[in-house]
């Protein structure tokens, strides 16, 4: 017995679709999900906002990715003053969070030592820098890199945290 006339054509039509919407779903679990790249910055800034009499500004320092809202590992962020603010430090840290924020008092001048990790899965980015908090005619960041010996001025200061060799 022979099969029907355009059987063949009505079977194939039937079983492509079927195995796209199978391959659909099977991919992602053979291949495993696609994660985006995290790329950490450090941004540091100044609120007008009263610390106590003595202190009439807050310096604000965040870690927060500049793309998207992974959850971190961990992120931390340590500042230790230098000059005559040498015994003072401030520190904050998280796990599994999208951001860290630490706010400090600052006043006409400032200097410190500012550490900024981030680690995701095994992946650890690092920031380490001198910025000396200056007020002249509004706040500007001198900043000096860790490693580098000149500085550089900056009125908003913002960087990509520099992934560690495994």
Not at 11 to 28: D, G, N
Not at 91 to 108: D, E, H, I, M, Y
Not at 151 to 163: A, E, I, K, L
């Amino acid at each position: 017995m022979a099969a029907p006339v355009g059987a063949l054509q009505h079977a194939v039509l039937v079983a492509v679709p079927l195995a796209l919407v199978v391959l659909i779903f099977v991919t992602p679990g053979l291949i495993g999900h696609p994660q985006s790249p995290a790329i950490p910055i450090l941004s540091v800034g100044v609120a007008k906002q009263p610390w106590n009499a003595t202190y009439n500004e807050t310096a604000v320092l965040y870690v927060r990715d500049a793309l998207s809202n992974p959850l971190y590992d961990y992120l931390a962020i340590n500042v230790t003053g230098l000059g005559n603010y040498s015994g003072t430090s401030w520190a904050t840290s998280g796990t599994r969070v999208p951001f860290v924020l630490l706010k400090f008092p600052v006043n006409a001048t400032r200097i410190a030592n500012v550490t900024a990790v981030a680690i995701e899965g095994r992946a650890v980015y690092q920031y380490n820098a001198t910025i000396e908090f200056r007020f002249d005619q509004g706040w500007v960041f001198r900043v000096t890199p860790g490693g580098d010996l000149s500085y550089r001025d900056y009125p908003v200061f913002s960087v990509t945290m520099r992934r560690e060799a495994p």
